[in-house]
Every structure is written in C-alpha cells, then in structure tokens.
C-alpha cells in the first residue's frame, strides 16, 4: 500500500505561485501513475494532472494547462504539482492520488486508489 501526504497550500493572491509537494511512503513509488485532484465548495473532485511512473506520459486539465506543471522524484518517492498564474477559480482542496496498477504508460483520469488529506488553496483576487 502507499500514504501520501500533501504540502504546500496556502493563501496566495491571483497570479502568484506555488508547489505542492506530495510525499509517498512505500517501497514501489516508482512504479505507479501520480495525479493530483482538487475539490472546490459545492462541486465534484476533479482531475488536475497526472504523470506516469517514468515521467514520459503527463496529462492535465484543460483548465491548467499552460499555467500547472506535475512532475516527479522517484528517489525521492514525491510528486509536484506548479501551479503558475494562480486564478480565484483554482481555489480548492488539493489532493494527490496513486493508481496501483504499476507501469503505466498512458495517464487514466479516473480510477485511483490511494489518497492523501488533501491541502487547501486559497487564491484571492
């Protein structure tokens, strides 16, 4: 099994930046696809990126892309989330998930099977 366990949200004003980290314990990390979620007031989670095991196959919501950048550390069993050009609608719940099934090659948007908390972001404007 893997826990993860966010970090990184805040308060941050339209514009600015930031990078959620998301850390794994478990020893195959690097063999599973990451992705983060976010869940604003009154709406349903949603899929904001994803990376596959080596990092060759990344996906995002239209709504990011341009602006959101995931990636990975395998030695470091953690998955990043930059988030750039911050908009009041990003404003959510941010949680980092793992697919189980090892090694991947194309990004599911659905079907994950391990979360983490979740971390707030608060983007004002």
């Known amino acids: 099994q893997v826990q993860l366990v966010e970090s990184g949200g805040g308060l941050v004003q339209a514009g600015d930046s930031l990078r959620l980290s998301c850390a794994a314990s478990?020893?195959?990390?690097?063999?599973?696809?990451m992705a983060w979620f976010r869940q604003a007031p009154g709406k349903e989670r949603e899929f904001v990126a994803g990376?596959?095991?080596?990092?060759?196959?990344?996906s995002y919501a239209d709504s990011v892309k341009g602006r959101f950048t995931i990636s990975r550390d395998n030695a470091k069993k953690t998955v990043y989330l930059q988030m750039n050009s911050l908009k009041a609608e990003d404003t959510a719940v941010y949680f980092c998930?793992?697919?189980?099934?090892?090694?991947?090659?194309?990004?599911?948007?659905?079907?994950?099977?391990?979360w983490g908390q979740g971390t707030q972001v608060t983007v004002s404007s």
């Open positions: 998930a793992a697919d189980l099934t090892p090694w991947r090659t194309v990004v599911p948007s659905a079907g994950y099977d391990a």
């Open positions: 990376i596959n095991w080596s990092g060759s196959s990344v």
């Open positions: 478990g020893r195959t990390f690097d063999r599973y696809t």
